[in-house]
């Protein structure tokens, strides 16, 4: 009886531990949508040929996220097609330049760097962006990366890319990735376009309609990521956001040692 008591208090001490201690998530950055959903992002503008993407956008009465890059809004007639996707109900986040160099930049002053394009788009569109994209993020450390987080960040990045700077047939590409998902798994998509190509730009209609036809709910990043953003339009986040590696790590530990809690309590009984 003395073995199985002690049996018992080492088996509670292992659970308490496991449980007790988180384990590391391996990338804190949005990258996915949950199965079903799909999120299209819009990146590297706003330019003239945002205001045809939002058109396709209303035409089809969904919503998508842009990531503006402070730089492009040089001109009245940009700046306007930001506001207009603003007012439509569109997510603004942002977009550090592609050739925003990382390497050397020190971490407060690249938070400086990103508060500084944060406060140029609330000017523009009323509210601080949250959303964040960083186009060479793989260059920063996690601890870096959770720093930029505990400023109030969300980065976020995708899982397909449009490849609308180098390919023509854009629909194509999503063609590609969604005719392999089976009606049971569906998966959860974000994609990337560059809102700065009129090609792009023309072919946005075509693809979300497609996407319409797969079956899939079309959304924006926030309702992906679980995470509203305050004062900007739109519902707030689904709730089902694919669980992290680490989360189900956790959880699977703890459910098995709950059932070993049990076995060894049942055999001690005996």
């Known amino acids: 009886m003395k073995f199985k008591a002690l049996s018992l208090i080492s088996a509670f001490a292992l659970y308490q531990s ?9 990338d804190p950055v949005v990258n996915l949508c949950p199965s079903g959903y799909f999120a299209f992002t819009f990146d590297q503008g706003p ?3 945002t205001g045809d993407i939002l058109d396709a956008l209303r035409n089809l009465n969904v919503k998508a996220t842009f990531h503006p890059v402070v730089t492009f809004l040089n001109e009245a007639a940009i700046v306007a097609n930001l506001q207009r996707a603003a007012e439509e109900g569109h997510l603004i986040g942002l977009s ?3 050739d925003f160099e990382l390497n050397g930049i020190s971490d407060e002053d690249l938070l400086d760097e990103i508060s500084a394009r944060a406060d140029i788009i609330k000017q523009v569109v009323g509210y601080k962006p949250v959303y964040l994209r960083i186009p060479k993020y793989k260059d920063l450390g996690i601890e870096q990366l959770q720093k930029i987080i ?3 960040y969300i980065i976020s990045t995708y899982n397909i890319d449009s490849y609308d700077y180098s390919k023509d047939d854009i629909l194509g590409v999503y063609k590609q990735t969604l005719d392999k998902m089976s009606p049971n798994t569906k998966g959860g998509f974000i994609s990337v376009q560059r809102d ?3 090609s792009s730009a023309s072919a946005t209609e075509n693809v979300i309609e497609y996407v319409l036809e797969k079956g899939y709910k079309v959304v924006t990043i926030d309702q992906c990521a679980k995470s509203k953003v305050k004062d900007a339009p739109g519902p707030k986040g689904l709730g089902q956001i694919k669980s992290r590696e680490s989360d189900a790590s ?3 530990v703890s459910s098995f040692l709950t059932g070993t809690l049990l076995l060894i309590a049942f055999l001690a009984g005996l």
């Open 196 to 198: 700065y190509l009129a």
């Open 150 to 152: 505990s400023k109030g």
């Open 18 to 26: 496991a449980v007790a201690a988180p384990l590391p998530s391996r």
């Open 250 to 252: 956790h959880a699977f």
């Open 47 to 49: 330019s003239l040929y």
């Open 96 to 98: 550090l330049e592609e």
